[in-house]
């Protein structure tokens, strides 16, 4: 019997684990937000009137320079009308005018209008579907359309900056704390199914070791996940938990996986149990996929990133975004491996202990 | 003394008090935390973009993590007893 200390535990990933998980951290919070539009008041305009519109924003300096703001609204076919009058309430807040045309473009009776505020200091900040915008009936239209401004000479920040979204706003950061948790979940859980299949074709108890350990971390990883999401439930729906697909699917697939551990628990002999669990791990995870990826998909759901999409493209996760997520991923799942690689040591010191063979 | 003893005796100041100042302190940050969220100031979390919100979910994964390292320290330390009573047979 080889020695305990024979056993190679390398350690340089560890450390690569512990720095790309402090870059994600120092990154995913320091770099800004680019500048956005939070709401706006009125939501409903009717055609021939002339609003003002009450409107907040988010990482924005609308006190310098004030006179250099410029504001349009804008419909889905491109046509746009610029702001009448513009006044500044505060860094983060204007008072814009409209002068809403007599007629709408186009044959829907109500459109909605994307509100595009440029400022040079600020950037450039936009809220997709701002204001709806009603025909009144009782007004006689005029043929020559009146939406002819054009939006140009706008202020890109070209720095590096994660984008704004109107729900999410500093929230988007959960991306490489929240999210970036369930794809190294799903990481360290494909690795364990990897070591129960090595295990079905040659039964070495210590393949069944390895596969559990890492099993019993992307469990603790998904309760991570499960206990993350609830809190931004709770700040962004108002509820810790809903019945959205997505989440209920999630806690399914969950419950399979807290199965394993029961299970294991409950069988004495070693070899039993691991060829037992081997296989019980395939197919929790064969259960898993359609869980997590298919069944969400086919149902709308409140979570971001769902209702038809998947959250890895547009404007969800951009290219500033990816620099961070992806590392988190990785940073991630070298810490769950490290955790398992403890996890597994003590199963195997375990295992020599209960069967004498440590002298 | 068996050199496990030993170690367990120098390293001992973790033990139980470390426990307790962490559950001590994890009652703490939540309960600030959610002071915040029911204080008559709805717009506490959108006044700040929700960043709180980030702060917690970190605060999460962290406890998350030191918690299963507190199970595998109880796993080792059930370990070091094992060998400490078969040594003393």
Same mark, same amino acid.
């Given at each position: 019997? +080889?020695?305990?200390?024979?056993?190679?535990?390398? !350690?340089?990933?560890?450390?690569?684990?512990? $720095?790309?998980?402090?870059?994600?951290?120092?990154?995913?919070?320091?770099?800004?937000?680019?500048?956005?539009?939070?709401?706006?008041?009125?939501?409903?305009?009717?055609?021939?009137?002339?609003?003002?519109?009450?409107?907040?924003?988010?990482?924005?300096?609308?006190?310098?320079?004030?006179?250099?703001?410029? $504001?349009?609204?804008?419909?889905?076919?491109?046509? +746009?009308?610029?702001?009448?009058?513009?006044?500044?309430?505060?860094?983060?807040?204007?008072?814009?005018?409209?002068?809403?045309?007599?007629?709408?473009?186009?044959?829907? +009776?109500?459109?909605?209008?994307?509100?595009? %505020?440029?400022? &040079? *200091?600020?950037?450039?900040?936009?809220?997709?579907?701002?204001?709806?915008?009603?025909?009144?009936?009782?007004?006689?239209?005029?043929?020559?359309?009146?939406?002819?401004?054009? =939006?140009?000479?706008?202020?890109?920040?070209?720095?590096?900056?994660?984008?704004?979204?109107?729900?999410?706003?500093?929230?988007?950061?959960?991306?490489?704390?929240?999210?970036?948790?369930?794809?190294?979940?799903?990481?360290?859980?494909?690795?364990? /199914?990897? @070591?129960?299949?090595? @295990?079905?074709?040659?039964?070495? #108890?210590?393949?069944?070791? %390895?596969?559990?350990?890492?099993?019993?971390?992307?469990?603790?990883?998904?309760?991570?996940?499960? +206990?993350?999401?609830?809190?931004?439930?709770?700040?962004?729906? *108002?509820?810790?938990?809903?019945?959205?697909?997505?989440?209920?699917?999630?806690?399914?697939?969950?419950?399979?996986?807290?199965? @394993?551990?029961?299970?294991?628990?409950?069988?004495?002999?070693?070899?039993?149990?691991?060829?037992?669990?081997?296989?019980? !791990?395939?197919? $929790?995870?064969?259960?898993?996929?359609?869980?997590?990826?298919?069944? &969400?998909? #086919?149902?709308?759901?409140?979570? &971001?990133? !769902?209702?038809?999409?998947?959250?890895?493209?547009?404007?969800?996760?951009?290219?500033?975004?990816?620099?961070?997520?992806?590392?988190?991923?990785?940073?991630?799942?070298?810490?769950?491996?490290?955790?398992?690689? #403890?996890?597994?040591?003590?199963?195997?010191?375990?295992?020599?202990?209960? !069967?004498?063979? @440590?002298? | 003394?068996?050199?496990?003893?030993?170690?367990?005796?120098?390293?001992?100041?973790?033990?139980?008090?470390?426990?307790?100042?962490?559950?001590?302190?994890?009652?703490?940050?939540?309960?600030?935390?959610?002071?915040?969220?029911?204080?008559?100031?709805?717009?506490?979390?959108? $006044?700040? *973009?929700?960043?709180? /919100?980030?702060?917690?979910?970190?605060?999460?994964?962290?406890?998350?993590?030191?918690?299963?390292?507190?199970?595998?320290?109880?796993?080792?330390?059930?370990?070091?007893?094992? =060998?400490?009573?078969?040594?003393?047979?």
């Amino acid at each position: 019997m +080889a020695k305990l200390t024979d056993m190679n535990y390398s !350690n340089w990933w560890k450390y690569l684990g512990i $720095a790309i998980t402090v870059y994600v951290i120092i990154a995913g919070f320091l770099v800004p937000l680019n500048p956005g539009v939070v709401n706006v008041e009125p939501g409903r305009v009717s055609t021939g009137e002339e609003v003002v519109l009450k409107v907040n924003t988010y990482n924005t300096s609308y006190d310098v320079s004030p006179e250099l703001i410029r $504001a349009w609204l804008k419909l889905g076919d491109g046509s +746009a009308i610029q702001a009448s009058g513009i006044e500044t309430t505060g860094p983060r807040s204007l008072d814009i005018a409209f002068d809403i045309p007599s007629q709408l473009p186009g044959t829907s +009776a109500i459109q909605d209008a994307v509100l595009v %505020i440029d400022h &040079p *200091g600020s950037g450039l900040a936009l809220l997709p579907s701002a204001v709806f915008i009603k025909r009144d009936t009782s007004i006689s239209t005029t043929t020559a359309s009146e939406w002819t401004a054009s =939006i140009q000479d706008l202020h890109l920040h070209t720095g590096f900056r994660f984008p704004f979204r109107n729900i999410l706003q500093e929230t988007i950061r959960n991306t490489y704390f929240h999210v970036a948790i369930w794809f190294a979940m799903f990481i360290l859980l494909i690795t364990s /199914v990897v @070591y129960s299949v090595k @295990y079905l074709r040659r039964p070495e #108890l210590d393949h069944d070791f %390895i596969a559990s350990s890492l099993v019993q971390v992307g469990i603790l990883f998904g309760l991570i996940g499960i +206990a993350t999401g609830s809190l931004w439930a709770k700040s962004t729906w *108002g509820t810790y938990w809903t019945n959205d697909t997505k989440l209920n699917m999630t806690a399914v697939s969950l419950l399979i996986y807290m199965a @394993y551990l029961v299970l294991r628990q409950s069988i004495e002999n070693e070899e039993q149990r691991a060829r037992v669990s081997a296989i019980y !791990n395939i197919f $929790a995870f064969a259960a898993m996929i359609p869980l997590l990826f298919v069944v &969400p998909r #086919l149902n709308d759901s409140l979570h &971001p990133g !769902n209702g038809g999409n998947p959250a890895l493209g547009g404007e969800d996760l951009d290219n500033t975004m990816r620099m961070v997520f992806y590392p988190a991923i990785i940073g991630y799942t070298l810490i769950g491996l490290w955790i398992s690689e #403890l996890n597994l040591r003590i199963k195997r010191l375990q295992f020599r202990l209960d !069967n004498r063979q @440590y002298q | 003394m068996t050199p496990i003893q030993k170690y367990k005796n120098k390293f001992n100041f973790v033990g139980v008090m470390g426990q307790r100042l962490c559950l001590i302190l994890s009652a703490f940050l939540f309960s600030v935390g959610s002071l915040h969220a029911h204080s008559s100031d709805v717009d506490f979390f959108r $006044a700040t *973009g929700k960043i709180y /919100v980030v702060v917690g979910v970190v605060l999460i994964v962290f406890l998350g993590m030191v918690f299963f390292l507190f199970h595998l320290q109880k796993k080792l330390t059930n370990l070091e007893k094992q =060998i400490d009573h078969e040594r003393s047979e």
